[in-house]
């Protein structure tokens, strides 16, 4: 099965600064790869999304980049503020039969004022 | 709420106790899930459901129990649980299981067995 690897676990940055979420996957069949926030007490929720047919996807300050051929997938945030500060989830599954994906561990961000 | 609602919000119960998720999606969606969020671990993936039948049951012990009486409901019934069991249990549903839109989760029920 599918093993997602998510780096690093706890990240603090200051605000204005850059943030970067990288996460590793293991089957080359994988073909989808969200990328879930989840504030403190709420719920996760979809923030950006790639697949395997494009290298990068860019939304506001938001960006995601995917290597296919090094099977690994980063989140990319510019210019942080204290509201991106929350628990950013990776995850990566396949399309073609029943798609569930496996999900990363989590990263904490931090993003001081 | 933003389509996936999910009751009750916190939920405290003895080890003897019976009780039960429940979760409801106003979406249109024919998948539903059940994950629990433990801390500093990923979400372990409990039960699939697409449309009413269930899919997968991840190794989950017999004291989870769930139960789908159509596509807009779901539900996990909770018997003799252990206290490794306090979690954030979160429900989710999606277009299918094979559309690739991901995912829409409720805001989960923090169950804290005593």
């Known amino acids: 099965g599918e093993n997602v690897e998510q780096h690093p676990s706890t990240l603090s940055v200051q605000e204005g600064d850059s943030a970067v979420i990288k996460c590793t996957y293991s089957d080359s069949a994988s073909n989808y790869f969200p990328w879930y926030k989840q504030e403190l007490g709420k719920r996760p929720q979809l923030i950006i999304d790639?697949?395997?047919?494009?290298g990068e996807k860019k939304d506001q300050r938001i960006a995601v980049t995917l290597n296919k051929t090094a099977k690994h997938f980063s989140l990319h945030i510019t210019e942080t503020q204290p509201e991106d500060s929350a628990v950013y989830f990776c995850?990566?599954?396949?399309?073609?039969?029943?798609?569930?994906?496996?999900f990363g561990r989590g990263t904490s961000l931090i993003v001081h004022p | 709420e933003t389509g996936v609602t999910q009751t009750p919000r916190h939920l405290v119960m003895g080890m003897t106790n019976k009780k039960s998720l429940k979760c409801e999606q106003h979406l249109g969606h024919n998948a539903m899930y059940w994950y629990k969020q433990s801390a500093k671990k990923p979400l372990e993936l409990m039960f699939v459901?697409?449309?009413?039948?269930?899919?997968e049951n991840n190794s989950v012990p017999s004291r989870f129990s769930p139960e789908c009486p159509n596509s807009s409901h779901l539900f996990l019934h909770l018997h003799t649980l252990q206290p490794e069991d306090s979690a954030l249990y979160l429900c989710?549903?999606?277009?299918?299981?094979?559309?690739?839109?991901?995912?829409?989760f409720g805001s989960g029920t923090r169950l804290t067995v005593v």
């Open positions: 790639i697949r395997s047919n494009v």
């Open positions: 459901y697409s449309l009413e039948e269930r899919v």
């Open positions: 989710a549903s999606s277009q299918d299981l094979i559309t690739n839109y991901g995912y829409t």
């Open positions: 995850a990566a599954g396949a399309s073609g039969g029943s798609y569930i994906p496996t």
